[in-house]
């Protein structure tokens, strides 16, 4: 099978609010496939119609070969869930925690396995309890594990995680991918999309607005490159690129020149140094994923913490 998931023209109303409109795609088996959008865009309605949680309006979805109309128990008994604002037993050990939940599916994993898998050996007598909250989140990411699923879903699993917490719940990611699952991530920040994801689908006010790998996106729709050339008269120096057909404009006492290709900025510099232009410093601006989301809604991803 060479798709984990298939989702065509899939919308979901909640009155006359569109909460997912008609959108399609497809995640491969064994990629870890991002879901990208603020809050509100849609990403939880959609997750949880092919987790089969909720129905949709209108729109065919396949898990795993399932249509989720009509194989309910078989997607949920092949899937793992992390869900939004996940918590579990306070009183319970790691393993504990693990052993409890396995026990509700037909199908164990190996809870040892999954507890190394998942970087807790030395975690696994403490109390849920008194874990961190990257921890409490790495043994949610266990959990959905616990009945070794071929297609792990993870709901915003880094909300509210402080930096280092965050690189802990990546790594357990990492580890997945590393297993053959195949994941897929809901997610309102750009990073953890550009470091995790081999695709990635952004999603605006209920539509996929675009997709693609990371490379793709940003060649696609994102800037060029920028180069920012600090100090000096910013006045002298924009005008002289200009008579030479680069675009440079004065920003903030600065100079910002738009980039296509490596060999620009020797060439440029080469052409400062011509004329006896002085400069202070330099520095190089790649295009990411807030470019690619401004240029295709007109507006910020703002990354909440």
Same mark, same amino acid.
């Given at each position: 099978?060479?798709?984990?998931?298939?989702?065509?023209?899939?919308?979901?109303?909640?009155?006359?609010?569109?909460?997912?409109?008609?959108?399609?795609?497809?995640?491969?088996?064994?990629?870890?496939?991002?879901?990208?959008?603020?809050?509100?865009?849609?990403?939880?309605?959609?997750?949880?119609?092919?987790?089969?949680?909720?129905?949709?309006?209108?729109?065919?979805?396949?898990?795993?070969?399932?249509?989720?109309?009509?194989?309910?128990?078989?997607?949920?008994?092949?899937?793992?869930?992390?869900?939004?604002?996940?918590?579990?037993?306070?009183?319970?050990?790691?393993?504990?925690?693990?052993?409890?939940?396995?026990?509700?599916?037909?199908?164990?994993?190996?809870?040892?396995?999954?507890?190394?898998?998942?970087?807790?050996?030395?975690?696994?007598?403490?109390?849920?309890?008194?874990?961190?909250?990257?921890?409490?989140?790495?043994?949610?990411?266990?959990?959905?594990?616990?009945?070794?699923?071929?297609?792990?879903?993870?709901?915003?699993?880094?909300?509210?995680?402080?930096?280092?917490?965050?690189?802990?719940?990546?790594?357990?990611?990492?580890? $997945? @991918? !590393?297993? /053959?699952?195949?994941?897929?991530? #809901?997610?309102?920040?750009? *990073?953890?999309?550009?470091?995790?994801? +081999?695709?990635?689908?952004?999603?605006?006010?209920?539509?996929?607005?675009?997709?693609?790998?990371?490379?793709?996106?940003?060649?696609?729709?994102?800037?060029?490159?920028?180069?920012?050339?600090?100090?000096?008269?910013?006045?002298?120096?924009?005008?002289? $690129? @200009? !008579?030479? /057909?680069?675009?440079?404009?004065? #920003?903030?006492?600065?100079? *910002?020149?738009?980039?296509?290709?490596? +060999?620009?900025?020797?060439?440029?510099?080469?052409?400062?140094?011509?004329?006896?232009?002085?400069?202070?410093?330099?520095?190089?601006?790649?295009?990411?994923?807030?470019?690619?989301?401004?240029?295709?809604?007109?507006?910020?991803?703002?990354?909440?913490?």
């Amino acid at each position: 099978m060479e798709y984990a998931i298939e989702v065509e023209g899939l919308t979901k109303l909640y009155g006359d609010l569109k909460a997912v409109n008609n959108i399609s795609f497809k995640v491969r088996e064994g990629e870890v496939f991002a879901f990208l959008g603020p809050n509100g865009a849609g990403k939880t309605t959609t997750v949880e119609i092919i987790e089969t949680i909720r129905n949709p309006t209108k729109g065919k979805v396949k898990v795993l070969g399932y249509d989720i109309s009509k194989s309910t128990r078989e997607i949920k008994e092949r899937i793992g869930v992390l869900p939004q604002e996940f918590i579990s037993f306070e009183r319970l050990t790691v393993k504990e925690t693990l052993t409890y939940f396995s026990n509700l599916y037909k199908k164990h994993a190996d809870i040892d396995e999954i507890i190394d898998t998942i970087d807790l050996r030395d975690k696994e007598n403490e109390l849920y309890m008194n874990l961190s909250g990257g921890l409490k989140q790495r043994v949610g990411v266990a959990i959905a594990l616990v009945n070794d699923p071929d297609v792990i879903f993870l709901d915003e699993p880094t909300t509210g995680l402080d930096p280092r917490a965050r690189r802990d719940v990546w790594d357990a990611v990492a580890g $997945l @991918k !590393k297993q /053959g699952k195949t994941v897929f991530l #809901t997610t309102h920040y750009m *990073e953890e999309a550009e470091y995790l994801a +081999d695709s990635i689908a952004i999603i605006h006010k209920g539509r996929i607005v675009a997709e693609g790998t990371l490379d793709e996106l940003l060649r696609q729709y994102g800037h060029q490159s920028t180069l920012l050339i600090k100090g000096g008269k910013a006045g002298e120096i924009a005008g002289a $690129l @200009k !008579k030479d /057909g680069y675009s440079a404009e004065e #920003t903030n006492g600065n100079v *910002e020149v738009k980039i296509s290709k490596r +060999d620009a900025v020797i060439d440029i510099l080469f052409h400062l140094k011509e004329k006896g232009i002085y400069y202070r410093e330099i520095d190089i601006r790649h295009s990411d994923l807030e470019d690619v989301f401004l240029n295709l809604t007109g507006e910020k991803l703002k990354e909440e913490t």
